[in-house]
């Protein structure tokens, strides 16, 4: 009986599956126009509204969603072809993420990202206005933030974002990006398809830099320019383009948390790794997580120590195995049924001689077992950890209850050295290769703990709700209460 209720349930899904794609095959032909095709994005809207409860577990809303949004009505179903090209969607892990078919995204993200792709493609780069941005030498989560806000500047003011060549930005690479090429481009698809080339041909006189819109006191000028942070007193750096708007008040996100949805939007436009730059993380991954893929139901721990402690108090590592405790608990939360044999070994493949599997899973020998191991008998998730400090490493790899990997990246031996410091030190492409990796491997997770004050947390945060599908996902801040409100800037 039970196997008759699976079939049925799989034919009705798969019908289901084959009218949304239909639906949003039709709509990803808005691509190439500078305006949204009604019919196509009322299409998109109306596959988007249609939820059914058997077609897949709704998980919980992500924290950005209403208090009073239930999880069936945040559920808005994605699939990679209704992303604008390049997005990044599971292509460079081999796990369950590239079958994972449909799964949730957060309101309006398939809209907004062709809207954003129409914005960055002129159909003619020489009649077009441009805002020419200079990135800031910092993290890499920071730099992709403060590009994001200024692509939001960007589009509220109608010009398209370029940015500018800086060879001596830190993570610009000669070698690898050739002469000429803007940083974003050695890594990622372009942002536009025109370039700062575009912005500056024919200009003689200074570029005027400006920090809002109020501040181009000639909307003709062909560019202005922006570098810094955003420091004008009548534009935030929370603000969200006045385009989306409408769609926002009308749809089940936070008004208050509208800047997070933008940071989301925005991060998923820019972070669309290139085919070189997918070649090379799927060569780094075979050689840096070998033999291994992340399960369904792993949970995602990003550790962020080192010189965060500038800005606030690190977080023990005990409160982040807490928090994965506390998770593994939650009704909301349901993984036992994918789990089997893969945790049987260790960082390099080798049969764990440490651990035994029983009935119900892995059973270290420690002398107080968690309770959760006493009661609920289940196989406790994966965990796949990610941290610039090895001392982290140490201390989950000594937990003998979970299956904990992570990737063979380089560290920091210092973790009080600044970034810039370390980027420095290893070069700036080492770095951002072995992030990358990171991150890839973080978003085919299926659960995440984090500290949302960390940049790069909150890009995991936000790609994972986004164009890798996985918005309806648990996720804990092991910095706040949870749900977290406190979302930084």
């Known amino acids: 009986m039970r196997g008759g209720n699976n079939r049925q349930r799989k034919s009705r899904c798969s019908v289901f599956t084959l009218l949304v794609h239909i639906i949003f095959q039709a709509a990803a032909g808005v691509h190439g126009s500078s305006i949204l095709d009604v019919r196509s994005a009322q299409a998109a809207s109306a596959a988007e509204q249609s939820r059914t409860a058997w077609l897949v577990p709704h998980g919980v809303p992500h924290h950005i969603y209403k208090a009073n949004v239930s999880a069936v009505e945040a559920w808005t179903p994605c699939h990679p072809d209704a992303y604008p090209p390049g997005a990044w969607v599971s292509r460079t892990g ?7 078919g449909f799964g949730s995204h957060l309101y309006g993200t398939a809209k907004v990202q062709r809207f954003i792709w129409a914005h960055q493609h002129p159909s003619d780069c020489s009649t077009a206005k441009y805002l020419l941005y200079t990135p800031i030498a910092s993290g890499i989560g ?12 960007a589009i509220e003011m109608q010009r398209v974002l370029v940015i500018a060549y800086t060879p001596q930005f830190p993570y610009y690479s000669a070698a690898r990006c050739g002469v000429g090429v803007s940083f974003e481009a050695c890594y990622f698809e372009p942002l536009s398809s025109c370039s700062w080339r575009d912005a500056t041909e024919g200009i003689t006189d200074s570029i005027p830099s400006i920090n809002s819109p109020s501040q181009v006191t000639n909307p003709a000028l062909k560019t202005v320019q922006m570098s810094g942070h955003f420091t004008a007193s009548d534009y ?45 993380l799927a060569m780094r ?8 893929q992340i399960r369904r139901g792993t949970i995602s721990v990003h550790v962020r120590h080192g010189d965060k402690h500038i800005e606030s108090t690190p977080i023990p590592d005990k409160v982040y195995l807490a928090q994965a405790e506390q998770m593994a608990r ?14 049987a070994h260790d960082q390099a493949g080798q049969p764990n001689q440490n651990r035994q599997y029983g009935q119900f899973g892995w059973r270290g020998q420690i002398r107080q077992p ?17 941290t610039e400090d090895p001392s982290t490493i140490e201390f989950f790899a000594r937990q003998p209850l979970w299956d904990v990997s992570y990737a063979n990246v380089t560290r920091k031996p210092d973790v009080s050295k600044s970034t810039l410091s370390y980027v420095e030190e290893i070069g700036g492409y080492e770095e951002m290769l072995n992030s990358l990796v990171n991150l890839d491997l973080a978003l085919e997770c299926d659960a995440w ?4 004050s960390s940049n790069w947390c909150r890009l995991i945060d936000e790609l994972r709700a986004t164009v890798r599908c996985r918005a309806h996902g648990s996720f804990l801040d092991a910095e706040q209460k949870n749900p977290p409100q406190e979302l930084n800037w």
């Open 236 to 280: 935030h750096c929370q603000s969200v383009p006045p385009q989306f708007h409408s769609l926002l008040r009308g749809g089940p996100i936070d008004w208050d948390k509208k800047h997070y949805w933008w940071r989301a939007q925005s991060v998923a436009y820019i972070v669309r790794p290139n085919a070189r730059t997918l070649a090379e």
């Open 94 to 100: 081999g796990g369950h993420g590239q079958a994972s």
């Open 330 to 343: 939650s009704a909301a939360f349901s993984w036992t049924e994918s789990l089997g044999r893969a945790g």
């Open 285 to 292: 991954k075979r050689r840096v997580y070998p033999g291994r």
């Open 449 to 452: 703990i984090g500290t949302l």
């Open 142 to 153: 920071s730099i992709l933030h403060q590009m994001g806000q200024a692509l939001a500047l």
């Open 370 to 386: 968690i309770q959760i191991r006493q009661q609920a008998r289940v196989q406790l998730p994966p965990i796949f950890l990610s």
